[in-house]
C-alpha cells in the first residue's frame, strides 16, 4: 500500500528537571515523560505514490509559522532515498502549537515512523535516534513514543516500565506566546553551570497503585514553571483552575507550557473536570486523557 498512517501523541512532561548549563549552551535535564492516549492527536499520513509535498489542515494548522519541522525530516532523509520521492505529507494539527506537549518533534517523529514503515530498506540504514536528535531535544523521546526517563540533552532514554495508566486532563490557554518563548524561559531561569558536583536526579519510583503513583510525582516538579509563567502569565490561571477541579490530585506544567495537566483519582473524575473548564472557560484547549 502506498499511504501510511502514524499519529503524534502529545508529549507530557511529569516531571522535568534541569540540572545545569553546559559549556555548548544546551541544558541537561531529567524528566519522566509519558504520552496521552484517549485524546485528541496529530495526524500525520505519507502517500508515497504522490509528488513529493506537504500539506497541513485542521485547527491548529494556521498557528504553524515559519520552518515546518516536517520539511527537515524531509530533506534529512532525501539523501537515503537514492532519488525516490518520499511522496505527500499531509498533517492534521489538531494539537496546539508551541503547546509545551512536544507537537512538532511528536509530528516529526511521526513522520520518521512513517517513513521507517514505507521504505523497510531503510529500517537499518539510518541511525533513526541520531536522525531524531538532530531535529530536537525533544524528538528522540518522541520517536521512541513510550514513558521514558530523559536525560541529557534528550538523548540518552531509559524505557519506564510498571507505571500505571493514569487518569489526566490538558488545558492550554490558547494564548499568542513568542516565536522564541522557550529560549526566553530558559534566560529567565539562569541555570547554573553543569559541572563534575551536578548532583544526578534520581527517577521517580514506579508505583502499581494509581493513587500511590501521583502521590509520588507529587514529591518533583517542573523547574521550570516559575519562569515560563513570566513569558505567559495565563499559566498561573490555568494551574489553578487545574488544581481546583474536584479529583485533581496533581497540577504541574509541561515542558515549557504553556499547557498544563491535571492527574485525577479516576477517568470519570477527569472527564467532568474537562466538561467543566471547558464551560467556564470556552478559549481553553481542554482534553481528558490517560497519560502513560
Not at 522564541?180 to 551536578?198: E, G, H, M, Q, Y
Not at 494509581?210 to 515560563?228: H, V, W, Y
Not at 490530585?249 to 507550557?257: H, N, Y
Request: charge should be neutral.
Amino acid at each position: 500500500m502506498s499511504i501510511v498512517v502514524e499519529y503524534a501523541r502529545p508529549k507530557v512532561n511529569l516531571t522535568l528537571a534541569i540540572r545545569g548549563r553546559r559549556g555548548d549552551g544546551y541544558h541537561e535535564l531529567a524528566s519522566l515523560v509519558a504520552f496521552a492516549s484517549g485524546g485528541p492527536t496529530d495526524r500525520i499520513e505519507l502517500d508515497t505514490a504522490a509528488p513529493s509535498g506537504i500539506r497541513v489542515e485542521g485547527p491548529f494548522a494556521s498557528a504553524i509559522v515559519g520552518e515546518n519541522l516536517l520539511q527537515r525530516v524531509l530533506d534529512r532523509v532525501a539523501p537515503h532515498l537514492g532519488g525516490r520521492s518520499p511522496g505527500t505529507v499531509t498533517l492534521d494539527k489538531n494539537l496546539p502549537v508551541a503547546a509545551g506537549v512536544g507537537g512538532g518533534s511528536a509530528d516529526a517523529a511521526a513522520l520518521l515512523r512513517a517513513l521507517r514503515r514505507a521504505f523497510p530498506d531503510l529500517a537499518t540504514t539510518i541511525d533513526w535516534q541520531a536522525l531524531a536528535l538532530s531535529l530536537g531535544a525533544d524528538v528522540p523521546v518522541c520517536l521512541a513514543g513510550t514513558t521514558t526517563w530523559m536525560t541529557g540533552i534528550g538523548e540518552t532514554l531509559a524505557p519506564v516500565t510498571g507505571m500505571p495508566a493514569l487518569a489526566g486532563v490538558l488545558v492550554n490557554p490558547c494564548v499568542a506566546v513568542p516565536p522564541d518563548k522557550t529560549a526566553r524561559v530558559f534566560r529567565i531561569l539562569a541555570a547554573p553551570a553543569l559541572s563534575n558536583d551536578t548532583p544526578i536526579t534520581a527517577a521517580p519510583r514506579t508505583e502499581a497503585n494509581p493513587a500511590r503513583q501521583i502521590a509520588e510525582l507529587s514529591r518533583f516538579e517542573n523547574a521550570l514553571t516559575a519562569a515560563a509563567a513570566q513569558v505567559v502569565p495565563q499559566i498561573g490561571g490555568v494551574l489553578t483552575a487545574l488544581a481546583d477541579c474536584e479529583g485533581c490530585r496533581l497540577a504541574r506544567l509541561s515542558g515549557a507550557g504553556p499547557t498544563a495537566f491535571g492527574l485525577f483519582d479516576d477517568a470519570t473524575s477527569a472527564e467532568n473536570a474537562a466538561v467543566a473548564l471547558q464551560r467556564s472557560h470556552p478559549g481553553w484547549w481542554v482534553a481528558a486523557t490517560t497519560l502513560g
